[in-house]
């Protein structure tokens, strides 16, 4: 520590402010991400794309789970 005081004001802007502002930005991305059209792009062209970063997504989150499950807790 640095032994400096940077008050309470900071606490709640890390534990509130800052995530419920970054929640707001990304949700709301993802709505003009999902709703307008990127450059033209048919709709099913987007969900080829939707899916091809989806799918490897969940693929990794259940391997990794998996393997969770052989591995006792320390």
Do not use: H
């Amino acid at each position: 520590t640095c032994g400096c005081n940077i008050g309470v004001w900071w606490d709640y802007a890390i534990k509130f402010v800052i995530p419920l502002a970054l929640i707001f930005l990304i949700g709301f991305q993802l709505y003009q991400d999902i709703t307008v059209p990127y450059e033209g792009y048919p709709g099913w062209a987007l969900g080829i794309g939707w899916l091809a970063f989806l799918i490897p997504l969940a693929i990794a989150l259940v391997v990794s789970l998996m393997g969770k499950k052989d591995r006792p807790l320390r």
